[in-house]
């Protein structure tokens, strides 16, 4: 080395020196380094007569490790300073206002539903999921609704094939006949879950949406546990009594057919929920048609059923005095906040 190089001992005193781990990074990239001194060094070798070459590597190469090991020592003592200092609390300062958590929240639409799978498993029911995207068969064959059935147009379906042997379901009625094909009876289950149409839509029509499918099959079930098991899920939704109605309604799949109201339970003598009406209409029900006990391989001169298909978009807009389905499914984070 020549005299302006600084000497190795006031390097590796510059090391042991370094106030913090990056001019120590820098210190050993400049040293050790492929254009620092000690490999300018070793290159000289082959330049010096032969009998000093061997004693001017082991020079070099001591040096080399010598350096490395400063480097690595300091690097260990600045490490264990800074977790000392951290640990011991300087400069923090506990007053200080933490960063504000983003908290997210249940969609309203999953709020009521794992209300009512609460409400319906306490009940002993199954919560039952099927394929949104269905075949004919258990959507409208094993539901009693035959092709060319006019009832098939009672619900404008999504298909997904020419023929029309796949389909968006358009309710949750299918999962009855899955329900049968996996459990035997007596047997309670609900399905909830999405269902499709195709609809031009407007403030009370969404192509997609949910429902809540209920099914008991039993021994001599009868329209009065369809009635109690509907009054229950009243009481769970609204927290009171409320009084029902059944009038006849038609679906290919129950026979009788019912549509059942609920007293408005916003008011006593009619307002803009009822339509001035005092009822409001909750659900189509009724007792499962023969048939579709069949298509599920449960003979139905054996076994009963009801069955149920709750609006769960409805419901939620009834609770909440939503005016557009169409918010449901917006994504949009001003809509969803106010369900926190
Ligand atoms: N699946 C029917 C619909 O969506 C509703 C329903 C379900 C009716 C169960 C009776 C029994 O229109």
């Not at 899955?178 to 195709?198: D, H, N, S, T, W």
């Not at 549509?259 to 916003?266: H, K, M, S, T, Y």
């Not at 008011?267 to 659900?283: D, H, N, P």
């Amino acid at each position: 080395m020549s005299d302006s190089t600084p000497s190795f001992e006031s390097v590796l005193a510059a090391v042991r020196a370094a106030g913090d781990a990056a001019s120590l990074r820098a210190l050993e990239r400049e040293q050790l380094g492929k254009e620092g001194p000690i490999a300018a060094l070793l290159a000289s070798i082959p330049t010096l007569p032969p009998e000093s070459r061997k004693e001017a590597g082991q020079r070099a190469n001591r040096m080399k490790s010598e350096l490395a090991a400063a480097v690595a020592e300091r690097l260990q003592q600045l490490e264990e300073a800074q977790l000392a200092a951290e640990r011991s609390g300087a400069g923090f300062d506990a007053t200080l206002p933490a960063a504000r958590v983003e908290r997210g929240s249940l969609h309203p639409l999953t709020q009521v539903t794992r209300e009512l799978e609460d409400l319906f498993t306490s009940m002993g029911y199954t919560v039952l999921d099927g394929p949104e995207v269905e075949l004919d068969w258990y959507n409208f064959e094993a539901l009693n609704i035959p092709r060319d059935h006019p009832a098939r147009d009672m619900q404008d379906t999504f298909r997904c094939d020419p023929a029309g042997n796949v389909v968006l379901r358009p309710h949750t009625s299918p999962v009855q006949v899955r329900a049968m094909e996996r459990m035997r009876p007596p047997f309670r289950a609900i399905a909830p879950g999405k269902v499709f149409r195709q609809e031009s839509t407007d403030a009370s029509h969404e192509h997609t949406f949910h429902q809540m499918e209920g099914l008991v099959v039993g021994k001599d079930i009868s329209v009065g546990h369809l009635i109690g098991a509907m009054k229950t899920l009243l009481r769970g939704v609204f927290g009171r009594e409320i009084e029902i109605r059944l009038r006849p309604g038609y679906f290919p799949f129950v026979e009788p057919g019912f549509e059942l109201d609920a007293r408005c339970p916003f008011c006593k003598s009619g307002c803009r929920v009822c339509k001035q009406s005092t009822w409001i209409e909750l659900l189509p029900c009724g007792m499962v048609h023969p048939n579709v006990l069949r298509a599920g391989n449960i003979d139905p001169a054996e076994w009963s059923g009801f069955a149920f298909g709750l609006g769960l978009s409805r419901l939620v807009m009834l609770r909440h005095g939503i005016d557009d389905v169409r918010h449901l499914l917006s994504g949009d984070v001003r809509f969803l906040e106010q369900f926190r």
